[in-house]
């Protein structure tokens, strides 16, 4: 069965192009953003690694690690990394689990027989610090990720852990958030929204982004 938002990640122990990786043990406290890719030597993917590199300071300024899987083996990560740094003008930065047995994607349903019987599908998982799934995606092989997404969920989901608010439709951050439905009490709105809040309804309510 597939993972759903809310499952507990599952634990695994495999081979990476940074070593051998103990996945909860890896992660720590950290947030993750596990990613698999169909094959090593393909070009959406050498765009996406490459650009999943460039957005290091991003990920650790939001506490993030990030892990791309697929189902090549060590050697052949090795030197697509070479490739990835000098046709991306990067330096990977990061692992890239190499699934040659399948048992990753065997966990986490990566591979979707009526895509590729053989080839990891392009999904992605971000998990809390409490090893939690909080996002899940699928785009087909040929779609590149968009990684300023995946961030803006990172945002919006430490944002809800810190303060109890929601982000509305296409929310950048710096704009207005929706304080939670569960919160109707008056003097709790007061005193955690000070900036004040605007009721567009009894239910959409309108706050400044607490945390600028
Ligand atoms: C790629 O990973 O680059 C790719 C995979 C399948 C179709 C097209 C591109």
Same mark, same amino acid.
């Given at each position: 069965?597939?993972?759903?938002?809310?499952?507990?990640? *599952?634990?695994?122990?495999?081979?990476?192009?940074?070593?051998?990786?103990?996945?909860?043990?890896?992660?720590?406290?950290?947030?993750?953003? @596990?990613?698999?890719?169909?094959?090593?030597?393909?070009?959406?993917?050498?765009?996406?690694?490459?650009?999943?590199?460039?957005?290091?300071?991003?990920?650790?300024?939001?506490?993030?690690?990030?892990?791309?899987?697929?189902?090549?083996?060590?050697? !052949?990560?090795?030197?697509?990394?070479?490739?990835?740094?000098?046709?991306?003008?990067?330096?990977?930065?990061? #692992?890239?689990?190499?699934?040659?047995?399948?048992?990753?994607?065997? @966990?986490?349903? @990566?591979?979707?027989?009526?895509?590729?019987?053989?080839?990891?599908?392009?999904?992605?998982?971000?998990?809390?610090?409490?090893?939690?799934?909080? @996002?899940?995606?699928?785009?087909?092989?040929?779609?590149?990720?968009?990684?300023?997404?995946?961030?803006?969920?990172?945002? !919006?989901?430490?944002?809800?852990?810190?303060?109890?608010?929601?982000?509305?439709?296409?929310?950048?951050?710096?704009?207005?958030?929706?304080?939670? #439905?569960?919160?109707?009490?008056?003097?709790?709105?007061?005193?955690?929204?000070?900036?004040?809040?605007?009721?567009?309804? *009894?239910?959409?309510?309108?706050?400044?982004?607490?945390?600028?």
């Amino acid at each position: 069965m597939s993972l759903r938002l809310g499952d507990i990640a *599952p634990d695994f122990e495999q081979e990476s192009s940074e070593g051998n990786i103990r996945f909860h043990e890896w992660l720590g406290d950290s947030w993750g953003v @596990l990613f698999s890719h169909p094959a090593d030597f393909t070009p959406v993917c050498t765009t996406e690694l490459g650009f999943t590199a460039k957005l290091k300071d991003e990920f650790t300024k939001r506490n993030v690690k990030a892990i791309a899987l697929s189902v090549d083996p060590v050697d !052949s990560h090795v030197k697509w990394i070479d490739d990835i740094n000098r046709t991306q003008n990067t330096i990977v930065n990061f #692992p890239i689990l190499a699934d040659a047995d399948r048992q990753v994607s065997d @966990l986490y349903d @990566l591979i979707h027989p009526n895509a590729s019987d053989t080839l990891t599908v392009r999904s992605l998982f971000v998990i809390d610090p409490n090893k939690k799934i909080r @996002l899940t995606i699928t785009y087909p092989a040929s779609t590149g990720r968009n990684f300023h997404e995946i961030l803006r969920v990172i945002d !919006s989901l430490q944002l809800t852990d810190n303060y109890k608010v929601a982000t509305p439709a296409n929310w950048l951050d710096g704009e207005d958030v929706v304080i939670v #439905p569960s919160i109707k009490d008056e003097d709790e709105i007061k005193r955690r929204f000070p900036k004040g809040y605007t009721a567009v309804t *009894p239910y959409l309510r309108l706050t400044p982004q607490p945390n600028r």
